[in-house]
């Protein structure tokens, strides 16, 4: 059974930092490109960022790139999202999500597993 259990949220000031985990089992982590979506309230599940299984590439939604790291460690098998700066536009619900030889796609139709989510809040 495939599981992904994010962790690291919580509520932060503004211009305040948080590192995001996501630990993965019941898969082939090395074969699966990763991913972090986020949903706040009354909205879409918008992109993040995303790191593709083979080379690690990583790509970022423009609203995060400079603030925002994605990361991932093969050995834990854990995804990570290390996020800086942070801006009360920022809160939301953040899920990690898997994608089978993803190679970082933005498109939440792509990827194949999901994490229940964690919660950031980012006050002004």
């Known amino acids: 059974q495939v599981q992904l259990v994010e962790s690291g949220g919580g509520l932060v000031q503004d211009g305040g930092s948080l590192r995001l985990s996501c630990a993965a089992s019941?898969?082939?982590?090395?074969?699966?490109?990763m991913a972090w979506f986020r949903q706040a309230p009354g909205k879409e599940r918008e992109f993040a960022a995303a790191i593709s299984w083979k080379n690690f590439n990583t790509y970022y939604a423009d609203s995060v790139k400079g603030r925002f790291t994605i990361s991932r460690d093969s050995a834990k098998n854990t995804l990570y999202l290390e996020m800086n700066s942070l801006k009360p536009e920022d809160t939301a619900t953040y899920y990690c999500a898997a994608d089978l030889w993803g190679l970082g796609s933005s498109r939440t139709e792509e990827y194949n597993y999901w994490g229940q989510g964690t919660q950031v809040t980012v006050s002004s």
């Open positions: 019941g898969l082939t982590f090395t074969r699966y490109g």
